[in-house]
Nanobody, 129 residues
Framework: EEQLVESGGGLVQSGGSLRLSCVAS????????MGWVRQPPGKGLEWVSFINPNGYSSYNPDSLQGRFTSARDNAKKTLYLESNSLKSEDTGTYYCVKLDCPFASSSTPCAQIERLKVRGPGTQVTVSS
């Protein structure tokens, strides 16, 4: 069974930083694109970042102004999300996700949120102003 488990969420002050982790099991982590989506209160899921298996190419929406970066350790089957300059609008539940493809860009069909099939239970991030 494919599983993803996030950790590292919590309460942080505006302008602060946070590092989320996601441990994967049940599939060959090193062969898939991995990423993070979030769900702000009362809103739908939105992309935060994803990273290709090689760890060198990733996608980060322009709207987030470079404040979030994905990284991965294939040997540890772990995905990370580094965030800085956090704002109150970054509050939400952050989910680790597996994309069903070996490579993706922002226009790749497998990167469409509605196509994500494997997602962790989520970790809450609350940014206080």
């Amino acid at each position: 069974e494919e599983q993803l488990v996030e950790s590292g969420g919590g309460l942080v002050q505006s302008g602060g930083s946070l590092r989320l982790s996601c441990v994967a099991s049940g599939f060959d982590f090193s062969k898939y694109v991995m990423g993070w989506v979030r769900q702000p209160p009362g809103k739908g899921l939105e992309w935060v970042s994803f990273i290709n298996p090689n760890g060198y190419s990733s996608y980060n929406p322009d709207s987030l102004q470079g404040r979030f970066t994905s990284a991965r350790d294939n040997a540890k089957k772990t995905l990370y999300l580094e965030s800085n300059s956090l704002k109150s609008e970054d509050t939400g539940t952050y989910y680790c996700v597996k994309l069903d493809c070996p490579f993706a860009s922002s226009s790749t069909p497998c990167a469409q949120i509605e196509r994500l099939k494997v997602r962790g239970p989520g970790t809450q991030v609350t940014v206080s102003s």
